[in-house]
Nanobody
Framework: QVRLVESGGGLVQAGASLRLSCAAT????????MGWFRQAPGKEREFVAH???????YYTDYVQGRFTISRDNTKNTVYLQTNSLKPEDTAVYYC????????????????WGQGTQVTVSS
């Protein structure tokens, strides 16, 4: 049984940083690409970042230069370092695992976590 569990969200002021974590169990972590998505109230799920099994990274333009995705295969964990947070970043952040790739394509991710709330105040 595959489980992805996000953590690290919280309430912070604009300009602050958070490191989100996603711990994976029940799968061979190194064989999966990992991604982060987010969903704000009243909006559709949005791609944020992706990291391949080889460590290649992809980002949405909105977070490019502020967020960094990384993975530690020894810990079966993917991270999203979020810097210079803005109120517009407020959303539930979800991690997902993909055996196929296709960065940014939600349908390519077969496993999803429950999400962690990030709230950025001005």
């Amino acid at each position: 049984q595959v489980r992805l569990v996000e953590s690290g969200g919280g309430l912070v002021q604009a300009g602050a940083s958070l490191r989100l974590s996603c711990a994976a169990t029940g799968l061979t972590f190194r064989n999966y690409a990992m991604g982060w998505f987010r969903q704000a109230p009243g909006k559709e799920r949005e791609f944020v970042a992706h990291i391949s099994w080889h460590g290649l990274t992809y980002y949405t333009d909105y977070v490019q230069g502020r967020f960094t995705i990384s993975r530690d295969n020894t810990k079966n964990t993917v991270y999203l370092q979020t810097n210079s947070l803005k109120p517009e970043d407020t959303a539930v952040y979800y991690c997902a695992a993909s055996g196929q790739g296709l960065p940014g394509t939600a349908a390519a991710y077969e496993f999803w976590g429950q999400g962690t709330q990030v709230t950025v105040s001005s």
